[in-house]
């Protein structure tokens, strides 16, 4: 089993509308979450990072997490094509260990105009 | 905004070959990383760097791979000799203290070996 699942789309949606970008992990000992935005050829950019589970919201964006069914979610408000992308969800152990961000597979969304 | 820096951009080698990857990490970061990403696969850890030394590395990390900061400003990645499956983009990224966990990725460099 992998360690983190991400369904990888493609997802098209028209402008406007609300995206939901999901994970699935395996490792409980994951305790920080994050979302990352990737444009064709470039370094993934941070766009929101969690620790608890819960809701933080951030703008149109809005992250979820439920580490009790080890599911994480990303929320696109009133898309816009600007949002067209990869999106990668990423993970990391407690405070202490590990370092190292486990990705999943990234979905690709494209926004249509 | 703060940025990592990477050099060069695109980076086309002979098999065999030896490679140095450089990035110039956010200054007041901690700790530095460097990650891989094949085409159309998963963004990998390769190895992390505190305190002038590696504190992790993954498997992929063999010795055929090392890192150096050799001032207070540069971070690189040595690939001694390279082989064709090491054809990739290689991200750097850094981080701050303890309690922030976001990391900030450089633009790449993307290696091709022929």
């Known amino acids: 089993q992998k360690e983190v699942e991400q369904d990888p789309g493609p997802l098209s949606v028209p402008e406007g509308a609300i995206v939901s970008l999901n994970c699935t992990y395996s490792?409980?000992?994951?305790?920080?979450f994050m979302w990352y935005r990737q444009y064709s050829r470039k370094g993934p950019e941070l766009l929101m990072y969690?620790?608890?589970?819960g809701n933080k919201e951030d703008g149109r964006f809005t992250a979820q997490v439920d580490k009790s069914s080890k599911y994480i979610s990303l929320f696109i408000r009133d898309s816009q094509p600007s949002d067209s992308a990869t999106y990668l969800c990423?993970?990391?152990?407690?405070?202490?260990?590990?370092?190292?961000?486990?990705f999943g597979s990234g979905t690709q969304l494209t926004v249509l105009p | 905004e703060p940025e990592v820096t990477q050099t060069p951009s695109h980076q086309v080698t002979q098999m065999g070959q030896e490679v140095i990857l450089r990035c110039v990490p956010i200054?007041?970061?901690?700790?530095f990383y460097w990650y891989r990403q094949i085409l159309g696969q998963k963004v990998e850890f390769l190895v992390s760097?505190?305190?002038?030394?590696?504190?992790?590395k993954s498997e992929i990390f063999d010795d055929q791979f090392s890192v150096e900061r050799p001032d207070g400003s540069n971070f690189t990645l040595k690939i001694r000799s390279t082989k064709l499956e090491d054809s990739a983009m290689y991200f750097c990224?850094?981080?701050?203290?303890?309690?922030?966990?976001?990391?900030?990725f450089g633009s790449g460099t993307r290696l091709t070996v022929v």
């Open positions: 990224a850094s981080s701050g203290g303890t309690i922030n966990y976001g990391y900030t």
């Open positions: 490792n409980s000992a994951f305790q920080y």
């Open positions: 969690t620790y608890s589970s």
């Open positions: 990423a993970m990391l152990g407690p405070s202490g260990s590990a370092r190292q961000l486990t």
């Open positions: 200054s007041n970061h901690l700790y």
């Open positions: 760097f505190y305190n002038n030394e590696i504190s992790e």
